[in-house]
């Protein structure tokens, strides 16, 4: 890819970054396509689907923690089971997640010392250009940084109801750049948004090559997704903050 690093970058013409921005001020939800040049996606799905070490990640007692590829291979069908069930207790009436993850650093210097793809996409979202343009979509101009992960979700994965929202924190914006191929909606693995009644008004189908924003706090979930998916759901996902 050539000069790959600024392929990396979310910016858009001025056009489309003020008809970007008022739909954010409107509904506080936006979806952009065709993100990245097409290389560029493939090139992500590549490194996604065939280089990657997933971890596992569960919520337990308000804090998340990840089991490694090694700790996920080494289980026996038992213990992942009593796990399952444990995990689908908690999701019952609380906050659970079950997806997998690669976690980005925070920092700078250790995006760049690992050197992943998926590092240089995080540290192009922090680019000065990037961050532009986050502030004039959500139109807060003390946007500072935006931090990462990849995630994956596999059959029988998903997020329970939250709204994001943490003291401290400085969320501004949730992003999800979506780098799954042919899904179907019936799949599950839906970006769902909930209205104050429970209902969901909006629900968002995992697809390729395009960045979703969500104004933060707001309520929202990733439906289950079934055991008859037959694909990952990839994406990046994070926060831009003050």
Known sequence: MANQDAALRFTLPDDQRAAAADSFARSGVLRVPNLFASDVADALYQHFDSELEWSRTISQAETAFDLSPQAIAAMDFGTDQELLT?????????????????????????????????????????????????????????????????????????????????????????????????????????????????????????????????????EHSVSYVAPFAAAPRYSITGWVRR
């Open 86 to 218: 444990r995990i689908h207790k908690t999701a019952t009436d609380g906050f659970q997640f079950l997806f997998d993850s690669v976690i980005v650093s925070d920092v700078a210097a250790e995006r760049k010392a690992r050197g992943l793809l998926l590092d240089r996409v995080v540290e192009a979202l922090n680019h000065p250009d990037s961050l532009d343009t986050f502030r004039a979509i959500t139109g807060v101009p003390e946007i500072r940084v935006a931090d990462g992960q990849a995630t994956r979700y596999l059959p029988g994965h998903f997020l329970t109801s939250h709204d994001d929202g943490i003291d401290g924190e400085g969320r501004v914006a949730a992003y999800v750049i979506s780098l799954t191929k042919d899904w179907r909606p019936d799949w599950g693995g839906l970006l769902q948004f909930h209205s104050a009644s429970g209902d969901v008004p909006l629900a968002l189908k995992p697809c390729f090559n395009a960045i979703s924003m969500f104004r933060v706090p707001q």
